[in-house]
């Protein structure tokens, strides 16, 4: 599990890397999805998910939970005072600080998540793993994405399926096989 969680932080780091400031911080969906506030949500979860929760407090505040500006979605964008290094080194915290607790309970450790509703806020530390691997894999396709559609940059070598050619090509078939529904009404 734990091998899971590692390869997915992982991921989402590396879709962030090589990119200009601008590109990881801009919003690339109506509802302001960008690189550096996933990045930032998943250091909440982090720090809380697998730590605070097991009475584990991290030495450090983030400052979107402190002043609750988190309840309006500031865990989800980068300020312009808060850097790149500065939200990395936030989630590498986090990281380490959340494999420090993985390494030092087992999965059957209990706990309780006060903001989850009162019949399931008693939990382990194996299901809050699970919910961790599910929650940075989430956001890691979102960010696979997002990735994409900024420089066309994708997880996978898309040259191992074909050239350029191929994939124009591969992108019409795709169209036409949709445009067939284009004028139905559902």
């Keep these: 599990m734990h091998n899971y969680l590692r390869g997915a932080r992982a991921g989402m780091l ?14 690339m969906t109506p509802t302001g999805t960008n690189l550096l506030g996933l990045v930032k949500h998943l250091t909440f979860y982090e720090s809380y998910y697998l730590g605070s929760v097991f009475g584990r407090e991290p030495e450090w505040t983030l400052p979107w939970i402190e002043d ?8 989800l964008w980068a300020t312009p005072d808060e850097t790149t290094t500065y939200l990395l080194d936030h989630y590498h915290a986090a990281c380490t600080h959340a494999d420090s607790t ?20 008693d939990t382990t530390l194996g299901v809050l793993m699970t919910h961790m691997i599910a929650e940075t894999s989430q956001h890691l396709g979102h960010a696979d994405i997002i990735r994409e559609l900024i420089d066309g940059r994708t997880a996978s070598d898309p040259a191992e399926m074909g050239d350029a050619e ?12 949709a445009d067939t529904f284009r004028d139905h009404p559902s």
Excluded at 14 to 25: H, N, S
Excluded at 167 to 177: E, P
């Design 14 to 27: 590396a879709r962030i890397d090589g990119l200009r400031e601008y590109d990881r911080r801009r919003p």
């Design 68 to 75: 609750d500006s988190i309840w309006q979605g500031a865990d």
């Design 102 to 121: 993985i390494a030092e309970l087992d999965l059957g450790a209990p706990t309780t998540v006060p903001w989850w509703q009162e019949a399931k806020r």
């Design 166 to 177: 191929w994939w124009q090509t591969y992108h019409r078939k795709i169209t036409s096989a």
